[in-house]
Structures are given as C-alpha cells and as structure tokens.
T-cell receptor, first 111, second 110 residues
C-alpha cells in the first residue's frame, strides 16, 4: 500500500530564516505531487504541483519554491520566511485516479 | 476563477440524526467530486468520491451529485460525536488541479 511522509511535523522559525520541508511517497511510482497551505480556519491553497522529476508548476507567486529531485520526493523551500508564511503545509499525491491523498502535514509558525 | 462554495457552519446536529452538507461549484466542466473529513489539527482524509449524477452510498455516508445544478452534497446518517469535524468539498476538472472549498464545520451533540 501507499504511504506518504512529511517532516518535520512542527516547526517554529524566525522571520527571514530559510525553510525546507520534505515529502516522500512510498509504494507507488511516478505520482503527481502537490503542496498546499492551509491558514488557520481557512481552505486549502494550492502552492505547487509536479507531474514528474524536475517538473514544477507554481500556482501562487510568493517567496516559496518547490523541487522534485527524485520521483517520490517533493521539497518546499524558502530563502527568507515571512510572517504570512505561517500555516499548515500539506503534501498530497495522486496516481491513476483523481483521488488525492494527504500526508500528515507540517505546522509552521513564523515568529 | 473556478470556485467551490460551502457554508462554513457550524452545523450542529444531535447524535443519531442525519447531517446534510452542501457544496456548489462554478466550473461546468468539472468531472470528479470528492468529500474529505478533517479533524482539528490533522490532515484531510478522503471519505467519498463521486463521478456521475445520482447517489453513491458507502456505509453511513451518501454522496449526491447534480451536474445540471452544479451541486454536490454529503449525507451522514446516524451521526456520531466522532463525526464532528470539518468536511471539505473538492472538485476536479480535466487538468491536474483540484479545487477545495473552505469546509463546513460539523458538531454532533451527544
């Protein structure tokens, strides 16, 4: 069966510091991968998606970037965090069907 | 802009009652429809998918789709306190993106 991992689970970072969040999927190959952000009490905002290694589509212009160095690895990064980057970051995968399955998420607080 | 609208709630129902959650969407080309459950502090969990008009039942859950009215709903029968969560409606067209609603908070009172 497929499993999706995210780490770290929680993170507290100062404004202006860098960020690296990692997502890995097990038990499947060539999945479509997605990064979402959910602000407190809000819906899911799609940040990036990837249909293959090195292929990244950006949905929202901001100070975040994404990379897919391996088939089942998706990384979200920032060079300098803003207060508005606080939120719950979710990675999701899709394979064959349209159904998206989410990882456990990373809760980021920027102080 | 493609949108998915949900009443934010909270929707409060007594234990054992039927909870009815509703969702409308703007893109007539949408093909796939989903309901996710999200407990506080946790990630969304897929509970139902529906692709054609009509009803689809899975245990206590029934999803209903009406493409002509651009409307999808979720019924939860015999609601339990453990059903208390935020329910997200999601809609996908022909591309790679799925659009999520902001969710409806459901409280089931014991």
């Amino acid at each position: 069966s497929q499993t999706i991992h995210q780490w770290p689970a929680t993170l507290v970072q100062p404004v202006g510091s860098p960020l690296s969040l990692e997502c890995t999927v097990e038990g499947t190959s060539n999945p479509n991968l997605y990064w979402y952000r959910q602000a407190a009490g809000r819906g899911l905002q799609l940040l990036f998606y990837s249909v293959g290694i090195g292929q990244i589509s950006s949905e929202v212009p901001q100070n975040l970037s994404a990379s897919r160095p391996q088939d089942r690895q998706f990384i979200l990064s920032s060079k300098k965090l803003l207060l508005s980057d606080s939120g719950f970051y979710l990675c999701a995968w899709v394979k064959d069907s349209d159904e998206q399955f989410f990882g456990p998420g990373t809760r980021l607080t920027v102080l | 802009q493609k949108e998915v609208e949900q009443n934010s709630g909270p929707l409060s129902v007594p234990e054992g009652a039927i909870a009815s959650l509703n969702c409308t969407y703007s893109d007539r080309g949408s093909q796939s429809f989903f309901w996710y459950r999200q407990y506080s502090g946790k990630s969304p969990e897929l509970i139902m998918s529906i692709y054609s008009n009509g009803d689809k039942e899975d245990g206590r859950f029934t999803a209903q789709l009406n493409k002509a009215s651009q409307y999808v709903s979720l019924l939860i029968r015999d609601s339990q306190p453990s059903d208390s969560a935020t329910y997200l409606c999601a809609v996908k067209g022909g591309g790679f993106k799925t659009i999520f609603g902001a969710g409806t908070r459901l409280f089931v009172k014991a």
